[in-house]
């Protein structure tokens, strides 16, 4: 098979190092790619936002199956665009992809199919109407921003005057451009949020282990909210109940509401939940895998992931293929100095080539670059190391360990990733 997989980030090249352990796999190309991708796959310099592009690169490569990591091109409709072609594409359509590209689009799909979600008080396209309607709500509050925001959409405000100034910057300063012209205003909810993503081909699915990420960008969860500083898996985080329940009262409403509303599914579908006393409801829905998610279920896959995806896009997914190493896996996420605001890129990476590929660790990138023969910083979330391990505390300290050997100015990582379920394991 020869494979193209579209996206930069640390996804992506978790993906790429998976399919490449396919013996089936004969070429990987990837577009953009990053400078750990390059070590991989071929890179080929395209902007994973730029359909057109993307379609004459395929039909350029004529590969036998893409695999879409990022969410905006599936909101500009690449797989529409590949499916017209009958090109194999893993991924949802843009229609269905308005499951992340619209937050009003999903709260109203949720509402309609009774799926359990936080309240909402409103939608809102004038500022002042949003502001008046702040004084009728419970504290915190939430506030998103209707459309793609790259992770800076939402706030959870405490009061309202952090609430009025959010919405003045979004709706009457346009920070987040036209996607922050609508905003929705729902209740904050409590609790531990969970990642529950499952692989669709449209009938079956097939859920992927569970993942916990952890947003802030500093230890004990505090600071602002990043794209994701790490990330865990172990089946601990979903007991048989648990599960039961999510899929009862989540997944199988979901799957028949977007069946009655006759938006068909195929590919990931990620869906954020809260994990609250009266049950867990959904935060929000994602039309792809997470990052840095990804990063820990890749390293519990214990099945051909080519194979498996090359059967989604021909619509007979199989779920029993989907095996899973036990124990755990973790990705301590390194990132630029100032990240989540602003950061400098260009600087060099050192350490790298003392984690060896058999030493259990593998070093994810994702915001790097090659020059002149050296890795550099390009980005705010660097690299994603990643562990498993027969329990949470053996793949946090075998992360922990590689993280500590590598080098960058400016250089800052959580060290508390997966300590509240592993005390003392990192
Ligand atoms: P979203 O992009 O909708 O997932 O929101 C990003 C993050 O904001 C989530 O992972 C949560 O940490 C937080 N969040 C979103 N909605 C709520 C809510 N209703 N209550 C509390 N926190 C929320
Ligand atoms: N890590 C959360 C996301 O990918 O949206």
């Not at 071929?42 to 990591?69: H, I, K, N, S, W």
């Not at 699915?205 to 947003?215: E, F, G, Q, S, W």
């Not at 004990?220 to 909210?225: A, H, Q, T, W």
């Not at 500590?404 to 800052?412: D, L, P, Q, S, T």
Request: aromatic share 6%; net charge neutral; proline share 6%.
């Amino acid at each position: 098979m020869k494979i193209l997989v579209i996206g930069g980030g640390g996804r992506e090249h978790a993906l790429v190092w998976k399919l490449k352990q396919s013996a089936r796999v004969e070429k990987i190309w990837c577009a953009p790619g990053n400078g750990g991708i390059a070590g991989e796959a071929e890179c080929v310099p395209v902007d994973p936002g730029d359909v057109p592009a993307l379609v004459a690169l395929a039909e350029r490569f004529a590969p036998d199956l893409t695999v879409v990591g990022p969410e905006l091109p599936l909101v500009n409709g690449l797989t529409d665009a590949f499916a017209r072609r009958r090109w194999p594409v893993v991924g949802p359509s843009q229609q269905a992809a308005q499951l992340e590209g619209s937050k009003i689009f999903s709260k109203e799909f949720l509402e309609r199919h009774a799926i359990p979600t936080a309240k909402r008080y409103g939608c809102f396209d004038s500022a002042a109407q949003a502001r008046a309607a702040l004084a009728n709500v419970a504290w915190p509050l939430v506030i998103k921003a209707d459309g793609l925001c790259a992770g800076k959409g939402v706030l959870v405000a405490g009061d309202r005057e952090e609430a009025a100034d959010f919405l003045t910057r979004v709706m009457e300063k346009d920070e987040l451009g036209p996607a922050g012209r609508r905003v929705l205003l729902e209740e904050g909810l409590a609790g531990d949020e969970l990642s529950f993503i499952i692989l669709t081909d449209g009938q079956r699915y097939a859920p992927l282990v569970p993942t916990r990420d952890h947003k802030r960008a500093f230890d004990g969860n505090r600071g602002p909210n990043t794209g994701g500083m790490g990330a865990y898996s172990t089946d601990d985080l979903l007991p048989e109940a648990l599960r039961a329940t999510i899929v009862s009262t989540i997944v199988d409403p979901t799957l028949r509401g977007l069946a009655t509303d006759g938006i068909p599914y195929q590919g990931f579908l990620y869906i954020g939940l809260m994990l609250t006393p009266s049950g867990p409801k959904v935060l929000e829905f994602n039309c792809r895998l997470g990052d840095p998610e990804t990063q820990a279920i890749v390293a519990r896959m214990d099945f051909d992931l080519a194979e498996v995806l090359a059967d989604v896009a021909a619509g007979r997914l199989d779920p029993a293929k989907l095996r899973w190493k036990p124990g755990a896996s973790a990705c301590v996420v390194l990132a630029s100095g100032g990240y989540p605001g602003k950061y400098e890129s260009g600087k060099r990476i050192d350490g790298l080539t003392t984690i060896t590929d058999n030493s259990g660790v593998k070093v994810l990138h994702a915001g790097t670059k090659i020059v002149n023969d050296a890795i550099v910083t390009s980005g705010g979330r660097v690299l994603g190391v990643t562990a498993s391990g027969p329990t949470l505390a053996a793949a946090l300290q075998a992360a922990y360990q590689a993280a500590g050997k590598i080098r960058f100015e400016g250089m800052h990582y959580r060290k508390d990733i997966g300590a509240a379920a592993a005390p003392g394991g990192d």
